[in-house]
Every structure is written in C-alpha cells, then in structure tokens.
Nanobody
C-alpha cells in the first residue's frame, strides 16, 4: 500500500503562483512514478505531469512552460510548481502513484484525496 497526501492548494488570482506538495508513505518502492492529475467540475480527470524517482519527467502540453514537476527523494515528496495561473487551472489536483509515465488515470493504482485550487480572474 502507498499513501499519498497532497497539500498546498488554495485560492489564487490570475497570474499568481502556487506550489503543491505530495508526500508518499508506505511501500513507496512499489511504484516508481508519481503524477499530478486535475479534475475540473463536470470534466474528466486529466493528466498534468509525472516524474519518476530517477528523475525522468513528463509535462502535458497544456501546462508546459507554466508548471514544473520536481521531487525530493529522501522526503518521498513530489512538487508541482504552478506559475501564471489562470481561471482554467481551477480544479481539484490529485497526486497519483504508478509504474510508468502513463497519461491515463486508470493506469495509476494509488491516489491522494486531492487538493482544491481555485483561481479567480
């Protein structure tokens, strides 16, 4: 089992920055990839970015240049730095754990509870 706990969400204004954190605990060696997804009201959960414990990463084109994913291996923590936020970034952001850099949510078997990000214009 892997437990994931997100933090760092909140209310922001257009152009602001937020940094989300996800702390993994339990059998963290089970899966090598951590990812961020987001789900806006009435929409499907969508891939944002992923990173492996060895450093390889993938960022969705929709946020590339504004969002950066990083990790701190000793702390089993993954971060999502979000810059130049817009109202379209408003969503619940979820941390997920999986075995490869998949973009499909169904490929990830462990999920956090999510953290709300609301961006007002």
């Amino acid at each position: 089992q892997v437990q994931l706990v997100e933090s760092g969400g909140g209310l922001a204004q257009t152009g602001d920055s937020l940094r989300l954190s996800c702390v993994a605990s339990g059998r963290t060696s089970t899966n090598s990839v951590m990812a961020w997804f987001r789900q806006a009201p009435g929409k499907e959960r969508e891939f944002v970015a992923s990173i492996s414990w060895s450093g390889g990463s993938s960022v969705d084109h929709s946020v590339k240049g504004r969002f950066t994913i990083s990790r701190d291996n000793p702390k089993h923590t993954v971060y999502l730095q979000m810059n130049s936020l817009t109202a379209e970034d408003t969503a619940v952001y979820y941390c997920a754990s999986g075995k490869q850099h998949f973009k499909a949510a169904s490929e990830y078997n462990y999920w956090g509870q999510g953290t709300q990000v609301t961006v007002s214009s």
